[in-house]
């Protein structure tokens, strides 16, 4: 290797351990923003808020999947299905605390992504694709069908919001303001688990799969290890997303849904740590601003999707990127080595 | 026994669309690594444009069906190449692969917005009777569907092995580089393959709308059945798709008599999850190699 590589290499590593920290520091100032943003905005408006950080929490999942392991799952609704109504069943028919629910909803969700993982991986990278599938269409199968535990197309209604030591949090706002703590949490997770040698592991994954594997990054593991991780997380979010619309049957938790979640990660940019808030404001809090759409929305969604895949395959955040580079360059400073 | 037959002849009848769509599926796959998962739509969507071209035009139904057929193989053959897969094959599977995702919502929304949320009858082009074959009574509609597809079929297998241009393409998929130096044109190949792709889907739409009605949503199971069939089969040739097609056909039929009506689907499902376990390179697949 050369030295300027040598260089550049450690400015990019330099650069990038800054642009995580600053990761760090804009998740924790949205955090405190969402924490009072609610005030004044009524109950709708703060259902819609908890919405999306909900739906980017299972966004986020998709994204270590897509974005960083470079494997296209099309399951995230069938384990959001699986995690809601884990947790559905767990706390409306069994008692059990919404804490122990959320938990074994993601345990769940980890065990079978690493059981469907582990053949399709087994295989070749369009395979988990095709697994995945299959999936999501058995999971909405068994929810519509198995009355006795899932409510069949009446769904499970009724469905708490936790307790946070002692205080409950059945309104709104409180509820909201636990949905923040809870991103928060899992999002600081990711945030740990990308910087981490694992992360750098997924990401090597995704750039040169065979590059990786001579360099001694056991390939399929650390795959099968994102896509569980992704699922999981999948699982958390459908955990949440139970109480919060405290009635749910199997409908939102379709193939359809899946792919949707699938543009979402594309449209926020799959890869970059903030896509999935991003595509997830695109996909859920959107459609609500432009209520006079109506279900033409979904079809001005795939379109913006389609156009961004084909001019700016990075998403809105690549584009974001590209910008402030043009600005940077435009006013003279050094734009960060980005062409 | 009788039964049996009846719902042997339905599923190899469905199974041959699965095939038709598999089918064109593994061709545009194989010169252009592109995975359509917009294939269900795309069976779904001429029998909705030729209804559509009837109702606005006020179009006997020979007249729609041109104008129908026309557009979608314009729009859906030609069009998807140039605008969707040309700009985006450079940034590699799966990105196009997410982009064809965009493109099967696009449709599906684009039909229940632009034409009906509401299943629309379509007309049959032979009569509904029931014809009595060994004791079972058979629908002459199945009857219809396998003889055309299988003709279908047939035509497409004489063309790729039998003709100067079918070779040409099937050279353009095998090794586009060799291709290109042997004074193939390449391109038009591609082209093509989208064309054949396109009248494929025409012919199962044609062929399905009568039994299964013309509906927005008629494309996620067709699109789904296809995918597994092509998998089953073997991703890399249209023997395998047939066989693939017809299994899952078959497959399906029987499950829905024999199994549950409601895990109907199920079943294909674990056929595939079975295939990718035990023979991943699908029933007639060859292996294929990894490229560095």
Redesign the interface.
């Known amino acids: 290797m050369s030295a300027p590589a040598l260089e550049s290499t450690a400015a990019a590593t330099r650069s990038a351990a800054r642009r995580i920290d600053g990761a760090l520091i804009t998740l924790l100032i949205g955090a405190a923003i969402l924490w009072f943003a609610p005030t004044g905005m009524g109950r709708y408006g703060t259902y819609v808020l908890s919405l999306w950080l909900v739906m980017s929490i299972g966004v986020m999942g998709l994204n270590l999947t897509l974005g960083y392991a470079g494997q296209s799952s099309l399951a995230q609704a069938g384990f959001m299905g699986l995690g809601a109504y884990t947790t559905a069943i767990l706390t409306t028919k069994w008692g059990v605390s919404w804490y122990a629910a959320f938990g074994l909803s993601g345990l769940l969700t980890f065990f079978v992504g690493i059981l469907l993982g582990f053949p399709a991986l087994r295989v070749r990278t369009h395979y988990l694709a095709f697994v995945t599938l299959a999936f999501s269409t058995l999971v909405w199968l068994l929810l519509r069908n198995e009355q006795w535990l899932t409510g069949g197309a009446f769904g499970i209604p009724n469905i708490d919001r936790p307790q946070f030591f002692g205080i409950k949090l059945f309104g709104a706002l409180e509820f909201h303001r636990f949905v923040v703590a809870v991103t928060l949490v899992l999002s600081l997770v990711l945030w740990w688990l990308v910087r981490s040698p694992w992360g750098r592991a997924f990401t090597a994954l995704r750039e040169n799969p065979v590059r990786a594997a001579s360099l001694g990054v056991d390939t399929r593991a650390y795959t099968l290890l994102a896509f569980a991780i992704g699922s999981a997380y999948g699982g958390f979010s459908g955990s949440l997303f139970a109480p919060l619309v405290e009635f749910i049957d199997p409908s939102p938790f379709t193939l359809s849904q899946s792919l949707f979640l699938l543009l979402m990660v594309v449209a926020g940019g799959s890869g970059y740590f903030f896509g999935p808030f991003v595509g997830a404001l695109l996909g859920v809090v959107l459609p609500e601003w432009l209520r006079f759409a109506g279900s033409l929305y979904l079809i001005i969604f795939a379109t913006i999707v389609l156009a961004l895949l084909i001019i700016c395959p990075q998403g809105v955040s690549g584009l974001i990127e590209r910008c402030w580079a043009a600005l940077g360059r435009r006013f003279g400073r050094k734009a960060g080595g980005t062409p | 026994m009788a039964e049996f037959i009846a719902y042997l002849i339905a599923g190899i009848a469905t199974g041959a669309i699965y095939a038709l769509a598999a089918i064109g599926f593994t061709l545009v796959w194989q010169t252009s690594q592109t ?1 359509n ?1 917009a294939q269900g739509e795309f069976v779904m969507l001429p029998a909705v444009l030729i209804l559509l071209a009837v109702k606005l035009f006020g179009l006997p139904l020979w007249a729609g069906g041109l104008i129908g057929i026309a557009v979608f193989l314009l729009v859906f053959g030609a069009g998807f190449k140039l ?2 897969v040309d ?2 094959i450079k ?1 590699g ?3 196009l ?3 064809t ?6 449709m ?3 039909a ?2 632009g034409f009906s949320a509401e299943a629309q009858s379509f007309p049959s082009l032979v009569p509904t009777d029931m014809i009595n074959i060994l004791g079972a009574a058979i629908s002459l509609q199945h009857v219809a569907i396998i003889v055309v597809a299988f003709a279908a079929i047939g035509l497409l297998q004489w063309f790729v092995g039998g003709t100067r241009l079918g070779r040409q393409m099937q050279a353009t998929a095998q090794n586009p580089t060799v291709a290109r130096i042997l004074g193939i044109p390449v391109e038009r190949m591609v082209l093509l393959t989208f064309l054949l792709n396109a009248a494929l889907a025409v012919v199962a739409s044609l062929l399905i709308s009568p039994i299964y009605l013309a509906k927005f949503s008629n494309g ?1 199971t067709i699109g ?1 059945f296809a ?2 069939a092509a ?1 089953v089969g073997g991703f890399n040739q249209i023997r395998g798709a047939l066989v693939g097609g017809l299994l899952i056909g078959v497959a399906d039929s029987l499950a829905a008599a024999y199994v549950s009506t ?2 109907r ?2 079943v294909p ?1 674990i056929l ?2 079975a295939i ?2 035990i023979k ?1 390179e699908g029933l007639m697949g060859r292996k ?1 190699e ?1 490229r ?1």
């Open positions: 995975i998962f605008v969707v700009p985006m940034h599977v799966l990105p692969a997410i982009a995702m965009a493109l099967s919502i696009i599906k929304e684009g229940k917005d996620e789904l995918f597994i998998i409601q895990y689907m199920a499902l595939l999850v990718i376990l991943p294929e990894r560095v």
